[in-house]
């Protein structure tokens, strides 16, 4: 569940004006029952939660939820969280929580690391027909030793239910100019917890170390590095849960994209790198994402196959058939992610999270990094673009790829597709509107060249599902007419590459790269 939400630092004399105004005609302000809750918040000795944004806490006061709840940072707003509950006695975490964030506690023990008090006064803020637009709590917050008060604190916390941000905004107007200062979202217990949870988190963010003036290689480099390690950690608990991003995409496919972007910059970036960190580095990332691969083909293909099976509703396939092959996928999936349940509580797993904590506190640059970054990544991004864009060495280049070629031809264009835009991406920021413009036609290219790939692959899917029964009849007819489809989305793929790529190839878009 996603909950955002605003605080603001109050004093004890502030007085928490009149809200109705915020509202829209007809609005209310319902004030609810006041309650006093009691949590403790869960750590390791140093903090490793709170210092990533992530809290686990037990929680008493509060009928009918479950007293478990732990909130993981979004890669959105600062505010906004994604809760998880569970139920579970006092004193006790349970083991699912504990494993669900094991990629940021990294095995070390999670001990109680501070206890608060909050004596709550909420009023909801409702429409004229009574819908929840926002809940507004005026917490009086104790921090507990044992029975001792060791410090206190109040805030206005601003939660947004079905209200619109918007409606934030004039509430916020409102509290403001009658006192309240919106500082930085800091949570309850980080508050309470003090210099231990203010202290840099141990998976280092992706913003580029200072290097005064304009950046260097290594700054960009870096940069990136970080980014798409902090992809693979995000969707970790994701993956564990089994259930969509905030952003409704798989974890499967975001911590998958994570490895092959960081793949894929420590080649493109070796130059740049110590070549032994870079090595380990690009190892541990392949794996991971071979071992992902699995399970993305299965989502993709469970995926298609609705989609295909349901293209044209005036000639509908055999539903009995299309359930067939689904549940030969489904099949196919559930073993990939009980495969990948097991690599995620392996040594091997548990090794690579420390790596690349490691990797991306303490990035290892050769001396080519301190260069000028346009000149150095420009030189570098080069080579992937070429590899793509001309033909030579038994490759083919994607100009000359041919309408009626081998899909082997289409899917190695595709591979250095990928490559090439995953280069210019890096770099796009630095370079300006020429790479950003040519970063986006790639995508289209990338979007085609996937299409293609998917059909297929797709096609070849269908038709071994359907060899796999040869006395089921319905079945056989059923994956021709899917392996029609998909040829014909081949086609059509094919047909509008050359139009995409003319878009990409151009002067305009690739001079900066022969510069």
């Given at each position: 569940?996603?909950?955002?939400e605003?605080?603001?630092?109050v004093?004890?004399?502030?007085?928490?004006p009149?809200?109705?105004?915020?509202?829209?005609?007809?609005?209310?302000?319902?004030?609810?029952?006041?309650?006093?809750?009691?949590?403790?918040?869960?750590?390791?000795?140093?903090?490793r939660?709170?210092?990533?944004?992530?809290?686990?806490r037990?929680?008493?006061?509060?009928?009918g939820?479950?007293?478990?709840?732990?909130?993981?940072p979004?890669?959105?707003?600062?505010?906004?969280?994604?809760?998880?509950?569970?139920?579970?006695?006092?004193?006790?975490?349970p083991?699912?929580?504990?494993?669900?964030?094991?990629?940021?506690?990294?095995?070390?023990?999670?001990?109680?690391?501070?206890?608060?008090?909050?004596?709550?006064?909420?009023?909801?803020?409702?429409?004229?027909?009574?819908?929840?637009?926002?809940e507004?709590?005026?917490?009086?917050?104790?921090?507990l030793?044992?029975?001792?008060?060791?410090?206190?604190?109040?805030?206005?916390?601003?939660?947004?239910?079905?209200?619109?941000?918007?409606?934030?905004?004039?509430?916020?107007?409102i509290?403001?100019?009658?006192?309240?200062n919106?500082?930085?979202?800091?949570?309850?217990?980080?508050?309470?917890?003090?210099?231990?949870?203010?202290?840099?988190?141990?998976l280092?963010?992706?913003?580029?170390?200072?290097?005064?003036g304009?950046?260097?290689?290594?700054?960009i480099?870096?940069?990136?590095?970080?980014?798409?390690?902090?992809?693979?950690?995000?969707?970790d608990p994701?993956?564990?849960?089994?259930?969509?991003?905030?952003d409704?995409?798989?974890p499967?496919?975001?911590?998958?994209?994570?490895?092959?972007?960081?793949?894929?910059?420590?080649r493109?970036?070796?130059?740049?790198?110590?070549?032994?960190?870079s090595?380990n580095?690009?190892a541990?990332a392949?794996?991971?994402?071979e071992v992902?691969?699995?399970?993305?083909?299965?989502?993709?293909?469970?995926?298609?196959?609705?989609?295909?099976?349901?293209a044209?509703?005036?000639?509908?396939?055999?539903?009995?058939?299309?359930a067939?092959?689904?549940?030969?996928?489904?099949?196919?999936?559930e073993?990939?992610?009980?495969?990948?349940?097991?690599?995620?509580?392996?040594?091997?797993?548990?090794t690579?999270l420390?790596?690349?904590?490691?990797?991306?506190?303490?990035?290892?640059?050769?001396?080519?990094?301190?260069?000028?970054?346009?000149?150095?990544?420009?030189?570098l991004?080069?080579?992937?673009?070429?590899?793509?864009?001309?033909?030579?060495?038994?490759?083919?280049?994607?100009?000359d790829?041919d309408?009626?070629?081998?899909?082997?031809?289409w899917?190695s264009?595709?591979?250095?597709?990928?490559?090439?835009?995953?280069?210019?991406?890096?770099?796009a920021?630095?370079?300006?509107?020429?790479?950003?413009?040519?970063?986006?036609s790639?995508?289209?290219?990338?979007e085609?060249?996937?299409?293609?790939q998917?059909?297929?692959?797709?096609?070849?899917?269908?038709?071994?599902?359907?060899r796999?029964?040869?006395?089921?009849?319905?079945?056989?007819?059923?994956?021709?007419?899917?392996?029609?489809?998909?040829?014909?989305?081949?086609?059509?793929?094919?047909?509008?590459?050359?139009?995409a790529?003319?878009?990409?190839?151009?002067?305009?878009h690739?001079?900066w790269?022969?510069s």
């Amino acid at each position: 569940m996603l909950e955002e939400e605003r605080k603001y630092d109050v004093d004890t004399a502030f007085r928490l004006p009149l809200l109705t105004e915020a509202l829209p005609k007809g609005g209310t302000v319902v004030p609810l029952p006041p309650k006093t809750l009691r949590a403790t918040y869960y750590d390791t000795e140093t903090a490793r939660l709170a210092r990533a944004g992530i809290s686990v806490r037990y929680r008493s006061g509060e009928r009918g939820k479950p007293p478990w709840t732990v909130k993981l940072p979004t890669s959105g707003a600062a505010e906004a969280r994604d809760e998880i509950n569970r139920d579970g006695t006092k004193g006790t975490m349970p083991a699912e929580l504990v494993t669900l964030l094991t990629a940021y506690h990294r095995g070390a023990p999670l001990v109680p690391a501070v206890t608060i008090r909050t004596v709550r006064r909420a009023y909801e803020l409702r429409s004229r027909t009574g819908e929840v637009l926002v809940e507004v709590a005026d917490d009086t917050v104790s921090v507990l030793d044992g029975r001792d008060v060791t410090s206190q604190f109040r805030e206005i916390e601003v939660e947004r239910k079905e209200g619109g941000t918007k409606l934030l905004d004039r509430i916020e107007a409102i509290l403001v100019d009658a006192g309240a200062n919106r500082g930085a979202f800091l949570p309850k217990h980080a508050r309470a917890m003090g210099e231990r949870a203010a202290a840099p988190p141990d998976l280092t963010p992706p913003t580029a170390p200072s290097s005064g003036g304009r950046p260097t290689a290594g700054d960009i480099v870096v940069t990136a590095v970080r980014k798409h390690i902090e992809k693979i950690f995000q969707a970790d608990p994701y993956l564990r849960l089994r259930t969509a991003m905030p952003d409704g995409d798989t974890p499967v496919h975001q911590m998958r994209v994570g490895c092959r972007r960081l793949r894929s910059d420590l080649r493109t970036f070796k130059p740049l790198l110590d070549p032994q960190w870079s090595d380990n580095l690009r190892a541990g990332a392949s794996w991971l994402a071979e071992v992902l691969g699995v399970a993305r083909d299965a989502e993709v293909l469970r995926e298609r196959l609705q989609r295909t099976a349901g293209a044209d509703p005036v000639a509908p396939l055999d539903p009995a058939a299309v359930a067939r092959f689904d549940a030969d996928l489904a099949a196919r999936h559930e073993d990939a992610l009980q495969a990948l349940e097991n690599v995620l509580g392996s040594e091997r797993y548990a090794t690579l999270l420390d790596v690349l904590v490691e990797a991306a506190r303490e990035p290892q640059l050769g001396a080519a990094a301190e260069e000028k970054a346009d000149v150095a990544l420009t030189r570098l991004v080069a080579r992937p673009w070429r590899q793509l864009s001309t033909s030579g060495r038994g490759r083919v280049g994607a100009g000359d790829l041919d309408v009626l070629g081998l899909d082997d031809d289409w899917h190695s264009v595709r591979i250095r597709a990928k490559r090439a835009r995953y280069a210019v991406e890096s770099v796009a920021k630095l370079i300006g509107g020429s790479a950003a413009a040519l970063g986006e036609s790639l995508t289209e290219v990338q979007e085609l060249l996937g299409e293609h790939q998917d059909a297929a692959i797709a096609a070849e899917t269908w038709l071994a599902i359907a060899r796999s029964d040869v006395d089921d009849h319905a079945l056989a007819v059923a994956a021709g007419r899917l392996v029609e489809r998909e040829r014909a989305a081949v086609r059509r793929a094919r047909e509008r590459f050359p139009a995409a790529w003319a878009l990409a190839d151009t002067p305009e878009h690739t001079g900066w790269l022969r510069s």
